[in-house]
Nanobody, 117 residues
């Protein structure tokens, strides 16, 4: 069955860094567009960054220049390198996979990121 398992969340200080990972299984990872989204306390889901099967990337303005999304197709793993973290980056971060047709969408269970001094 399809699984997306996030890891790497935790507590970081403002200005610090974290790297999130998302281990995928049960589908053809290298053909899927992958992305990260987040949900802050009391707020709606916010798209953060995406990477396509050709490895082209896009970012939300709020994280551009600070976050880097990447993928390792050999390891079926998605990453999000987060630098210069801010308190407003505090959220549960979710990994998302979408097929080329758009018909299949899978989500991970989320990992908590807290930025606080």
């Amino acid at each position: 069955q399809v699984q997306l398992v996030e890891s790497g969340g935790g507590l970081a200080q403002p200005g610090g860094s974290l790297r999130l990972s998302c281990a995928a299984s049960g589908f053809t990872f290298d053909t899927y567009a992958m992305s990260w989204a987040r949900q802050a306390p009391g707020k709606g889901l916010e798209w953060v960054a995406g990477i396509y099967s050709d490895s082209s990337t896009v970012y939300a303005d709020s994280v551009k220049g600070r976050f880097t999304i990447s993928r390792d197709n050999a390891k079926n793993t998605l990453y999000l390198q987060m630098n210069d973290l801010k308190p407003e980056d505090t959220a549960v971060y979710y990994c998302r996979a979408q097929s080329r047709s758009g018909w299949r969408v899978y989500w991970g269970q989320g990992t908590q990121v807290t930025v606080s001094s």
